[in-house]
């Protein structure tokens, strides 16, 4: 649902939840919650609009409460985001490297900026099938308008499976 909100659109999103803290694709769950991008829910308690961004809904990231200049992120993979060879598609680690370390950046900006990718790198360690993927994001630069981000993926078992840095730029909004 869009609303104006002072000559900027806001975007609410309507959060699902089940009792396992995944998101629910039905709209008929009991449970639900509006999220606003703001950051502001409307009881007016303080909550991460991070966590709940609509690509993360889609994929099934579940994003950790976490510190400015920090991200955890989980994800669990599985044979639908298989590459013809057999293993989790590249792609969908890279998505889960970008989603931590934007995250991570994200965290340190006040709600008058915003922010976007301009530069990342993802290399792939080791091929997995079926795991719960674990990304741990921390910033390790910001000026006024660049920040550099770094990102490590691990398996169930805590082995490396990607290592990722990114650019990120702070735009006005």
């Not at 900027?8 to 039905?26: N, P, V």
């Not at 060879?85 to 490297?97: N, Q």
């Not at 920040?147 to 805590?158: A, H, K, Y």
């Amino acid at each position: 649902m869009q609303q104006p909100s002072g000559g900027r659109e806001q975007i609410t999103y309507a959060l699902l939840t089940t009792g396992t803290g995944t998101s629910a694709t039905e709209q008929d769950q009991e449970s639900n919650t509006a999220v606003s991008l703001s950051s502001q829910p409307e009881d007016g308690e303080q909550t991460d609009a991070f966590a709940w961004a609509p690509i993360s809904q889609l994929v099934g990231l579940e994003v950790q409460p976490g510190a400015p200049g920090e991200a955890l992120v989980l994800l669990n993979v599985d044979d639908r985001m298989h590459n013809p060879m057999g293993f989790v598609h590249g792609g969908m680690i890279s998505l889960l490297c970008d989603a931590a370390m934007g995250i991570a950046f994200g965290r340190t900006l006040d709600e008058k900026h915003g922010f976007a990718t301009i530069e990342m790198k993802v290399s792939y360690v080791r091929p997995v099938k079926q795991t719960r993927l674990t990304a741990r994001a921390r910033l390790i630069q910001r000026g006024l308008r660049i920040g550099f981000v770094e990102c490590c993926v691990t398996d169930s078992r805590g082995k490396t499976i990607a290592t990722a840095s990114c650019s990120c730029t702070v735009n006005t909004l």
